[in-house]
Nanobody, 127 residues
């Protein structure tokens, strides 16, 4: 069982930046995990933000964050990142990290494609 822990959330003004991190709790993370970020705003469904395959070479972004957010991973540090720039009030949400045991070029953009999830970290963007 993989337990994921997100960190880096907080309160920021519109136009500001935050960097989220995600790492496994209590174990060394295998390289063979595709990983992604999803978010859920109050009263809305959880939605896809960005994802990467196990190597970090293949990446997908939601249209709403393209050009502003950057997903990356450091497999030596067992950590997934989400650099968020030019934040907008509509980016306010709980951000979740997800992982799926895949050792190929696969990048998932649907929630049901991931087996492992973190508890989430709150990001609030004030106007």
């Amino acid at each position: 069982q993989v337990q994921l822990v997100e960190s880096g959330g907080g309160l920021v003004q519109a136009g500001g930046s935050l960097r989220l991190s995600c790492a496994p709790s209590g174990r060394t993370f295998s390289r063979a995990y595709a990983m992604g970020w999803f978010r859920q705003a109050p009263g809305k469904e959880r939605e896809f933000v960005a994802a990467t395959n196990w190597s970090g070479y293949r990446i997908k972004y939601a249209e709403s964050v393209k050009g502003r957010f950057t997903i990356s991973r450091d497999n030596a540090k067992n950590t997934l990142y989400l650099q968020m720039n030019s934040l907008k009030p509509e980016d306010t949400a709980v951000y979740y990290c997800a992982a799926e045991n895949r050792y190929d070029e696969w990048v998932g953009a649907r929630q049901d494609e991931y087996d492992y999830w973190g508890q989430g970290t709150q990001v609030t963007v004030s106007s």
